[in-house]
Structures are given as C-alpha cells and as structure tokens.
Nanobody, 127 residues
Framework: QLQLVESGGGTVRPGGSLRLSCTAS????????LGWFRQAPGKEREGVSC????????YYADSVKGRFTISRDNAKNTMYLQMNSLKPEDTGIYYC????????????????????WGKGTLVTVSS
C-alpha cells in the first residue's frame, strides 16, 4: 500500500528557511510524479511544486518560484522541499502528494489530479 509521510514543518520567522521531507513507501519514487500542496486557513488547497517521474523536470507555482526548490533522492525514496525567504503568506499545512502517473505540470498539478496524500505538516511563518 502506497504511503506518504511528511516531516520538517515548524515555526520560522519571515525570511527564514525550512526543509520539508516526504518519505514514500509501497512504490518506487523514480517512476511517479511527486510534489506538494498547501492549504492556508480558510483557503483552498493549492499546488506548490512537483517533480516529474523519470527525468525529474520540475514545476513551481508563481508564488514560490525562486524561493522554493524541490528535489528527490530515489535511493532513499524521499522527496524534499527546501523553502527559503519564507513569508507569512507561506503559512499553512503542507501535503505531500502523488498521482498514479509520472506527469507534473501546471495543468495537471491540481488536487483532483492526485491519487495519494500524506497527512500534512504545519508550516507557520510569523514574527
């Protein structure tokens, strides 16, 4: 059974950094796309970033481009999201997610396109 487990959330001041991890079990990481969504209080879940299966091409939402970096370590079956220059509007629950496909792009990285979810990890950016 495919499982995704996030870690690395916490509280940080504006301008700070955090690294989220997502460890997958029950499938091999290199074929499937994998990525992150986030949900702020009172808002809809939004796609943040994903990394395509196979060639590792990445996608970033405009709001995080240049500040966040997604990567994966296939040997560890783990994906990472390095978040720098954090802003209060980055606050929310961050969910690791995977579709049953290798595809990752702006058009497919929506909640409806995800087949597997982690339970989420809370990121709070506050002074």
């Amino acid at each position: 059974q495919l499982q995704l487990v996030e870690s690395g959330g916490g509280t940080v001041r504006p301008g700070g950094s955090l690294r989220l991890s997502c460890t997958a079990s029950g499938f091999t990481l290199d074929y499937y796309a994998l990525g992150w969504f986030r949900q702020a209080p009172g808002k809809e879940r939004e796609g943040v970033s994903c990394i395509r299966g196979g060639d590792g091409v990445t996608y970033y939402a405009d709001s995080v481009k240049g500040r966040f970096t997604i990567s994966r370590d296939n040997a560890k079956n783990t994906m990472y999201l390095q978040m720098n220059s954090l802003k209060p509007e980055d606050t929310g629950i961050y969910y690791c997610a995977a579709p049953d496909s290798p595809y990752c792009s702006a058009s497919v990285w929506t909640p409806d396109g995800v087949d597997h979810w982690g339970k989420g990890t809370l990121v709070t950016v506050s002074s």
